[in-house]
Nanobody, 119 residues
Framework: QVQLVESGGGLVQPGGSLRLSCAAS????????MGWYRQGPGNQRELVAD???????AYVNSVKGRFSISRDDVKNTVYLQMNSLKPEDTAVYYC?????????????WGQGIQVTISS
């Protein structure tokens, strides 16, 4: 089995920063693309950022220049550094990874972590 566990969420004032982490564990052979999604109140889940195994990154337009995704393949961990946070960034953030477990590959999700931007 594979588990993705997020950490680092919480309440922060507008303009502040947070760093989310997501650690993958279990019978992992290799991890391909890793990413962060979010779902705000009344909204559909959207892709915020992702990073491929060769380090290529992509971001939704609304976070470009403010968020940065990175990964540590030794620790099987993906990070999301969020700066200049805005109230509209308030959401539950989910980690996602495309992982090979022995001969099978599939997408795995974390349980989600709340990020609230409010004064």
């Amino acid at each position: 089995q594979v588990q993705l566990v997020e950490s680092g969420g919480g309440l922060v004032q507008p303009g502040g920063s947070l760093r989310l982490s997501c650690a993958a564990s279990g019978s992992i052979f290799s991890i391909y693309t890793m990413g962060w999604y979010r779902q705000g109140p009344g909204n559909q889940r959207e892709l915020v950022a992702d990073i491929t195994s060769d380090g290529s990154t992509a971001y939704v337009n609304s976070v470009k220049g403010r968020f940065s995704i990175s990964r540590d393949d030794v620790k099987n961990t993906v990070y999301l550094q969020m700066n200049s946070l805005k109230p509209e960034d308030t959401a539950v953030y989910y980690c996602n990874a495309y992982i090979r477990v022995q001969s099978q590959v599939g997408y795995y999700w974390g349980q989600g972590i709340q990020v609230t931007i409010s004064s």
